[in-house]
Structures are given as structure tokens and as C-alpha cells.
């Protein structure tokens, strides 16, 4: 089966650096995906690894390893409006594309 | 650009009755997904259509639940009868292209059903 393992709740302080761990299993894998989900709102897209190595975006960075099936986002310069559900979700293939989401991490933030 | 739309934001229903959930992909957005998502856990990918063509459906319980995709763009989702434990956001998300450089999906703001 196909699977994902994230922690369920990660707390750090303001203006400091969290990592969120995700280890996955699957028979068929071809990338991993993160999004942010803020208490009664959406899912939103902020990476996407294909490939081995750190993808950065602007303060969050996704690293992916796939001879370990695990990835992480990192979060710098966290800020209050970080406090939210992170999910790690990964796209297996097999013809079609939807994707299959991790559990969560709700991230803390305190002042 | 206008983001994914979903009717109805809220709905109660009793158990054994009914419902319908409506979705507007993105204009231009070829594959429309619908996904559930119970709370405190991650959204559980339902059906994947391409244009009007089912590509995936095999998580959607297909006694109960059931979904259209008319003209490539609109999608319904119904569950008939309902159960307590469909008590969940059903969650519409859509994508430009399956195969593009960054496989984002837009999700819509989503239906919170509550079955009692």
C-alpha cells in the first residue's frame, strides 16, 4: 500500500527555523508535494520535489531523498501566520495523478 | 484569475438523506479532482477526471457516492444515501496539466457536510 509518515504537531518560536519530517512507502513514486492548510481554509501548494536535493522558494525549501523515501520542508524566519496544518503528499503514478496525503503536521508558533 | 468555486460552503443533513456538492475548476484546467477530508487527517483522493473522462475512481464508494463532469468543466458530487461517518470537507481541487513542470492543484475552499 501506499503511505506517508509525518509527526502530528511540531512547535518552535518566532523568528527561528523548523524542519517537518516525511517518510513515505510505495511500490511506485514520482514526486513529493507539500501544502500549507490554515485552520477552515484550503490546502495550498508550496512545493514540489521530483528530483534528489533542496528546492528553495523564498523562506520554505523542500528536500527530497528518494533512496530513503524522505523529504522535509523547512521553514526560516518562521512568523505567527506560519501556525498552520502541514501536509506532505506524494504522487505514486500509475496513469493517473491525484495525490495521497500524509496525516498533517499542525505547526505551533509561539511568541 | 478566479479561484476553484464550491457550493455549498456548509450542509447538514440527517443520515440516509442525500446531498450534492458543485464545483468550478480554474478556467482552462483540464483535470478536476474531488477529495475528502476528515478532521485530522490529510484530504483522501476520491475521483480525477480528465476533461469529462473519469482517470481514477477507485477510492470513491461507488454504492453510495457518485460523480459528473459534464462539458469538461463543472463537476457534482452526490452521496446517496448518506452515512455518519461521510461527516467530513469535500474538497474540489483542479490543474492545469498532469504532466506539467510543477504539479500544483488548486483547491477550492471546500463543503463542510455534517451528518447526524
Known amino acids: 500500500g501506499q503511505s506517508l509518515e509525518q509527526p502530528s504537531e511540531v512547535t518552535a518560536v518566532e523568528g527561528a527555523i523548523v524542519q517537518i519530517n516525511c517518510t513515505y512507502q510505495?511500490?511506485?513514486?514520482?514526486?513529493l508535494s507539500w501544502y500549507q492548510q490554515h485552520d477552515g481554509g484550503a490546502p495550498t501548494f508550496l512545493s514540489y520535489n521530483a528530483l534528489d536535493g533542496l528546492e528553495e522558494t523564498g523562506r520554505f525549501s523542500s528536500f527530497l531523498s528518494r533512496s530513503d523515501s524522505y523529504g522535509y520542508l523547512l521553514l526560516q524566519e518562521l512568523q505567527m501566520k506560519d501556525s498552520a496544518s502541514y501536509f506532505c503528499a506524494m504522487y505514486s503514478g500509475g496513469g493517473a495523478d491525484g495525490l495521497t496525503f500524509g496525516k498533517g503536521t499542525h505547526l505551533i508558533i509561539q511568541p | 484569475e478566479a479561484g476553484v468555486a464550491q457550493s455549498p460552503r456548509y450542509k447538514i443533513i440527517e443520515k440516509r438523506q442525500s446531498v450534492a456538492f458543485w464545483c468550478n475548476p480554474i478556467s482552462g484546467h483540464a483535470t478536476l479532482y474531488w477529495y475528502q477530508q476528515i478532521l485530522g487527517q490529510g484530504p483522501k483522493l476520491l475521483i480525477q477526471?480528465?476533461?469529462?473522462?473519469?482517470?481514477?475512481d477507485s477510492q470513491l464508494p461507488k454504492d453510495r457516492f457518485s460523480a459528473e463532469r459534464l462539458k469538461g468543466v463543472d463537476s457534482t458530487l452526490k452521496i446517496q444515501p448518506a452515512k455518519l461517518e461521510d461527516s467530513a470537507v469535500y474538497l474540489c481541487?483542479?490543474?492545469?496539466?498532469?504532466?506539467?513542470?510543477?504539479?500544483?492543484?488548486?483547491f477550492g475552499p471546500g463543503t463542510r457536510l455534517t451528518v447526524t
Open positions: 481541487a483542479s490543474s492545469l496539466d498532469p504532466a506539467g513542470a510543477d504539479y500544483e492543484q488548486y
Open positions: 477526471f480528465q476533461n469529462n473522462g473519469v482517470v481514477d
Open positions: 510505495t511500490s511506485g513514486f514520482y514526486g
